[in-house]
Each structure stands twice: as C-alpha cells, then as structure tokens.
C-alpha cells in the first residue's frame, strides 16, 4: 500500500530512488573484472569471449555483472551460514539414523 501511495504521489521520483538505489547496490559488490580468479576463455563456436573462475571452476553467465552468488568473493550473510548449517545437520542426522538401522539389520 506504502508503495503504491509513493509511486501514484510523484512516479517519476519513485523511478529514480529505485535507480539510484540499484546502482548504490551495485557498486558496492564485488566484480569479476577485479578478481585475480577470474580469467577470460575464447570461445571456440563464437568470436566472443566468456569469464572463468579459475577456484571454482565454473563458467560465469555474461549477463552477471557483478560476482555471481556462488563466488567466494561474496561474503555470505549470517542467516545464510545458519540455514546451511541447519540443513547440514539435518543431513548428518539422517545419514547416522539409516546407518543405525543398516546396522541393526545385520
């Protein structure tokens, strides 16, 4: 509702917060032109050229500007780390549960 009352009070003011916040946004992430993982491979089908992080080993898609969300340049926010250690732990539960029972079963 907040959101609608702004945009119909000025539209065009609206527009270039969100702009301006964007670019704000995108220039405090890191780029894959500063990284010293990254290099750039020659196509062999094209004439064009596509950016490779060497750590990782996986190709990086031309529309990302900025690192993608797997690159260990991107410092993961704390709720992230939680989740994953969650889920991590869930697995490890499960994992020992079924030995459990492979080795009950013997």
Known sequence: ML????????PTA????????R???KANLPHCDECANC?????????GFRRLCLAEMRLIEQKVSNCPQWCRKRTPSKD???RRENILRQKKEKYREREAKVNEAY
């Open 23 to 25: 670019i704000k946004i």
């Open 14 to 21: 609206y527009r270039q917060k969100q702009r301006d916040y």
């Open 80 to 82: 992230y780390l939680k």
């Open 39 to 47: 290099v750039l491979v020659k196509k062999e089908k094209d004439d």
């Open 3 to 10: 959101k609608r009352r702004r945009w119909r009070a000025n």
